[in-house]
C-alpha cells in the first residue's frame, strides 16, 4: 500500500486520526502531535474554532514557536462556525 493518497477523493477517518495524534501526545511526543495537527487542520482547511486558536498559540509559545508557526490557522478558524 502507498503512503500517498488523495485526501480530498478518499478521506482518512478523522477518528483513526484522533488516535494517531493522542497516542503521539501521551506517548512522549506532544509537539510532534500539535505540528501534525497544525498542519492537516491548514492544509484540509479544518475548522478552528477562537478558544482552539488562543489555546494552540499558548502551547506552541511553551514549544518556543515564533507567531509564524501557529498563525497559519488564522485563515481556517472558525470555517464551518462553531
Known sequence: MSVHRDLGAVPVDEGLL??????????GFPELA?????????????????????????VGAAFGYG???TERLERVIEIGAE
Do not use: M, Q, T, W
Open 34 to 58: 500539535l505540528r501534525f495537527y497544525l498542519r492537516l487542520a491548514v492544509v484540509h482547511l479544518s475548522p478552528v474554532s477562537h478558544s482552539l486558536y488562543a489555546d494552540i498559540k499558548r
Open 67 to 69: 507567531p509564524f508557526i
Open 18 to 27: 484522533r488516535g494517531a495524534l493522542v497516542e503521539l501526545a501521551e506517548g
